[in-house]
Nanobody, 122 residues
């Protein structure tokens, strides 16, 4: 398992943007997923990127607003989140799996970060 560290969360007004980052030694080449969780609900897969960066998926709720990218030379994956809405509030987790194929469902991932809080409020 990897030790994933997320960063970049914070408080932002509706319509604002943030750039979330996920870093870990050995992350290069592994598929990474981003998940969103609010209290009382299950984690929702919102984006994932395959090990080489050519496979990318988004949940319908974030398409056109969020962009995932990676730099395997730096062992990082980033999620650019734009046009944020109050319903985007929650904890954002990144997760990694040993394979290069990415999925939007959590059981496929075996390494998780601690999460970063995003609050969208005026």
């Amino acid at each position: 398992q990897l030790q994933l560290v997320e960063s970049g969360g914070g408080l932002v007004q509706p319509g604002g943007s943030l750039r979330l980052s996920c870093a870990a030694l050995g992350l290069g080449g592994r598929a990474v997923g981003w998940f969103h969780q609010v209290p009382g609900k299950q984690r929702e897969g919102i984006s994932c990127i395959g090990g080489t960066g050519t496979m990318i998926h988004y949940a319908d709720s974030v398409k056109g607003r969020f962009t995932v990218s990676r730099d395997n030379t730096k062992n990082t994956v980033e999620l650019q989140v734009n046009d944020l809405k109050p319903e985007d509030t929650g904890v954002y987790y990144c997760a990694a799996r040993s394979g290069s194929v990415c999925y939007l469902t959590s059981p496929f991932y075996d390494s998780w970060g601690q999460g970063t809080q995003v609050t969208v409020s005026s």
